[in-house]
């Protein structure tokens, strides 16, 4: 990447409002993101960075000046998976040499990898507050660390109202940047025009406004908020756009030294009225990225588009029937699973790879976590995210949502869960990227459980029917890897910071009713495809053909005890 995204700020939220720098490198090793900080640390504006090497314009590295990038590959990024912060120096805006602690976060994100650098000045002093810059499109102040106007704000405390306009990208790519510009040029008056003598109007983020006041009761703000909300709606009218974004808010008040912990409340306040913000008993939170906010879906609700990218996603609605049907023991394992991934009542939990919900319904996972806590269900195939919408719904459990999303691609923020959980999924993705994901949104304590294949016990004639893709595999010098062995798996969980509490392994085995069944799940499952995943395209196409001609022809004259598919599959539960 070597232009700095127009909605950069909004593409790494996290990153915006610390007070400390923080950038974001692409797989080379170049500029992506700064934050405000910075940009202000560095003495360069973030589309002035954007491509560049980031040990040309960062000036950071280790104390002995190893060169930038093997530093990257042999320190920074061990550092991160196991959680860790390593030393290091820059020379920040001025000349001035710093030492400093870089964290670095890791992310995926469709097809390229990203590091998100996080710079924490060890010893850091107080920097003097800069006036906010006024916003061209509202003309509002910006309400951003280390302004005066924050500065005051935060020194005497107050009240304040967070607006959130839903939606905004959605106006930009269906009419284009001047009409978003427009929306929010139009509601940033709306606010000005309410304003009471004292407060201050403000633009807060990429589609969020404020209003912050001396003081006011919860009623008072409330109906503030909604005089605020009625002018806007109507000025949004008055632009012209026919689908113009809703607006939602949430209110806070503070006092000294709170008003960044006003600005979080104001917007869990905000989420939870958009229902994108689960709280749950526990004091563990599910709370949303922007993406999941606009997939999130209650029982029952409204089907969206399969994720994109995943394996998975053309998983018909019968295909988890199926594999219920088809394990011996199914239902038993999915609640012995539950058991041992022992999810707290009223704790938050974000479920991975649900297909119609083997785990979370027959295993009684949404039982166990009950009405007082919160359980986020995702999977990529829209398909068999209905039927478990349905089924939530038919069973009365409010407390259960649904997002249609890969598990590399969680759109869950960062260290807000109390347990992730998954079975059976790992080997349809990038297993590290899958279990990254899946650690990424624990909060510090929050438990990770997972079942997953890690051997396929080869009998002759399943080897016999897949003859053709072991060939292709043998042929590049490559071995049958779809399933991470134990050992490779629970080192991969230990590297990224997870301590391992419990595994239990079992052998189990699975048996097809005819050849058809057999060759359909082949299909939806794409399982040649992830065998041959590293040869040529037009290599694997030849080779689901070949696999199923000879799985008709193998088919037909085994015996039935020779068409059982065993395999064996290990629980991990450990804690962050």
């Given at each position: 990447m070597r232009d700095q995204p127009d909605d950069a700020a909004e593409s790494w939220p996290v990153l915006q409002p610390l007070s400390f720098p923080a950038a974001v490198l692409d797989d080379e090793g170049r500029i992506v993101y700064l934050n405000p900080r910075a940009e202000a640390f560095w003495g360069i504006r973030a589309p002035e960075a954007a491509g560049r090497p980031a040990a040309e314009v960062l000036r950071i590295g280790p104390r002995d000046g190893c060169p930038f990038p093997e530093w990257i590959r042999s320190e920074v990024i061990p550092a991160a998976l196991r959680g860790a912060s390593i030393p290091a120096r820059t020379v920040a805006r001025g000349g001035a040499v710093h030492l400093v602690e870089v964290r670095a976060l890791p992310e995926t994100r469709g097809d390229r990898r990203?590091?998100?650098?996080?710079?924490?000045?060890?010893?850091?002093?107080?920097?003097?507050?800069?006036?906010?810059?006024?916003?061209?499109?509202?003309?509002?102040?910006?309400?951003?660390?280390?302004?005066?106007?924050?500065?005051a704000w935060n020194a005497r405390g107050g009240a304040l109202i967070l607006f959130d306009l839903e939606a905004l990208r959605e106006v930009n790519a269906l009419y284009g940047a001047p009409a978003g510009d427009e929306v929010l040029a139009a509601a940033g008056q709306a606010l000005a025009a309410e304003a009471p003598p004292g407060g201050l109007a403000a633009r807060a983020g990429a589609d969020e406004l404020a209003l912050l006041l001396a003081s006011a009761t919860e009623g008072t703000l409330e109906a503030l908020a909604e005089r605020?909300?009625?002018?806007?709606?109507?000025?949004?009218?008055?632009?012209?756009?026919?689908?113009?974004?809703?607006?939602?808010?949430?209110?806070?008040?503070?006092?000294?030294?709170?008003?960044?912990?006003?600005?979080?409340?104001?917007?869990?306040?905000?989420?939870?009225?958009?229902?994108?913000?689960?709280?749950?008993?526990?004091?563990?939170?599910?709370?949303?990225?922007?993406?999941?906010?606009?997939?999130?879906?209650?029982?029952?609700?409204?089907?969206?588009?399969?994720?994109?990218?995943?394996?998975?996603?053309?998983?018909?609605?019968?295909?988890?029937?199926?594999?219920?049907?088809?394990?011996?023991?199914?239902?038993?394992?999915a609640r012995d699973f539950v058991a041992l991934a022992d999810p707290r009542p009223g704790s938050a939990v974000v479920e991975v790879g649900a297909g119609t919900g083997r785990i979370t319904f027959d295993g009684g996972l949404a039982e166990r976590v009950g009405r007082e806590g919160q359980l986020?269900?995702?999977?990529?195939?829209?398909?068999?995210?209905?039927?478990?919408?349905?089924?939530?719904?038919?069973?009365?459990?409010?407390?259960?949502?649904?997002?249609?999303?890969?598990?590399?691609?969680?759109?869950?923020?960062?260290?807000?869960?109390?347990?992730?959980?998954?079975?059976l999924f790992l080997h349809f993705t990038e297993p590290l990227d899958a279990l990254r994901a899946m650690v990424r949104v624990l909060r510090p304590g929050g438990r990770l459980a997972i079942c997953a294949a890690v051997a396929w016990l080869w009998t002759p004639t399943w080897r016999a029917m897949y003859g053709p893709a072991l060939d292709v595999l043998r042929s590049h010098g490559l071995a049958f890897?779809?399933?991470?062995?134990?050992?490779?798996?629970?080192?991969?969980?230990?590297?990224?910071?997870?301590?391992?509490?419990?595994?239990?392994?079992?052998?189990?085995r699975m048996v097809f009713p005819s050849v058809e069944i057999g060759i359909q799940v082949?299909?939806?499952?794409?399982?040649?495809?992830?065998?041959?995943?590293?040869?040529?395209?037009?290599?694997?196409?030849?080779?689901?053909?070949?696999?199923e001609a000879r799985m008709r022809e193998v088919w037909g004259r085994a015996q039935p005890d020779e068409l059982v598919f065993p395999g064996t599959m290990v629980s991990i539960v450990g804690h962050r």
């Amino acid at each position: 990447m070597r232009d700095q995204p127009d909605d950069a700020a909004e593409s790494w939220p996290v990153l915006q409002p610390l007070s400390f720098p923080a950038a974001v490198l692409d797989d080379e090793g170049r500029i992506v993101y700064l934050n405000p900080r910075a940009e202000a640390f560095w003495g360069i504006r973030a589309p002035e960075a954007a491509g560049r090497p980031a040990a040309e314009v960062l000036r950071i590295g280790p104390r002995d000046g190893c060169p930038f990038p093997e530093w990257i590959r042999s320190e920074v990024i061990p550092a991160a998976l196991r959680g860790a912060s390593i030393p290091a120096r820059t020379v920040a805006r001025g000349g001035a040499v710093h030492l400093v602690e870089v964290r670095a976060l890791p992310e995926t994100r469709g097809d390229r990898r990203y590091a998100q650098l996080i710079v924490r000045e060890a010893g850091a002093r107080p920097h003097a507050p800069r006036p906010a810059a006024r916003d061209p499109l509202t003309g509002l102040p910006r309400l951003g660390q280390a302004t005066a106007e924050h500065d005051a704000w935060n020194a005497r405390g107050g009240a304040l109202i967070l607006f959130d306009l839903e939606a905004l990208r959605e106006v930009n790519a269906l009419y284009g940047a001047p009409a978003g510009d427009e929306v929010l040029a139009a509601a940033g008056q709306a606010l000005a025009a309410e304003a009471p003598p004292g407060g201050l109007a403000a633009r807060a983020g990429a589609d969020e406004l404020a209003l912050l006041l001396a003081s006011a009761t919860e009623g008072t703000l409330e109906a503030l908020a909604e005089r605020v909300v009625d002018r806007a709606a109507r000025a949004l009218q008055a632009v012209g756009v026919p689908a113009g974004p809703r607006i939602h808010y949430g209110v806070a008040a503070f006092g000294p030294d709170q008003l960044g912990t006003a600005l979080r409340q104001a917007a869990d306040a905000l989420y939870r009225r958009r229902g994108a913000l689960f709280r749950a008993r526990s004091g563990g939170s599910i709370r949303l990225t922007r993406e999941g906010r606009a997939a999130v879906q209650e029982p029952g609700g409204e089907s969206k588009a399969a994720a994109p990218g995943a394996f998975a996603s053309g998983f018909s609605g019968e295909f988890d029937g199926f594999f219920r049907q088809a394990y011996a023991r199914s239902v038993e394992q999915a609640r012995d699973f539950v058991a041992l991934a022992d999810p707290r009542p009223g704790s938050a939990v974000v479920e991975v790879g649900a297909g119609t919900g083997r785990i979370t319904f027959d295993g009684g996972l949404a039982e166990r976590v009950g009405r007082e806590g919160q359980l986020l269900v995702t999977d990529p195939s829209s398909a068999q995210m209905d039927v478990a919408r349905r089924r939530a719904a038919d069973m009365g459990l409010d407390w259960v949502r649904f997002v249609c999303a890969p598990v590399e691609a969680l759109p869950v923020e960062p260290g807000t869960a109390d347990l992730c959980l998954g079975a059976l999924f790992l080997h349809f993705t990038e297993p590290l990227d899958a279990l990254r994901a899946m650690v990424r949104v624990l909060r510090p304590g929050g438990r990770l459980a997972i079942c997953a294949a890690v051997a396929w016990l080869w009998t002759p004639t399943w080897r016999a029917m897949y003859g053709p893709a072991l060939d292709v595999l043998r042929s590049h010098g490559l071995a049958f890897d779809v399933f991470l062995p134990r050992d490779g798996l629970e080192r991969i969980i230990r590297d990224l910071g997870i301590t391992i509490d419990r595994a239990e392994e079992t052998v189990d085995r699975m048996v097809f009713p005819s050849v058809e069944i057999g060759i359909q799940v082949l299909r939806q499952t794409k399982f040649v495809a992830l065998m041959l995943r590293k040869v040529p395209p037009e290599e694997r196409r030849g080779a689901e053909e070949a696999v199923e001609a000879r799985m008709r022809e193998v088919w037909g004259r085994a015996q039935p005890d020779e068409l059982v598919f065993p395999g064996t599959m290990v629980s991990i539960v450990g804690h962050r």
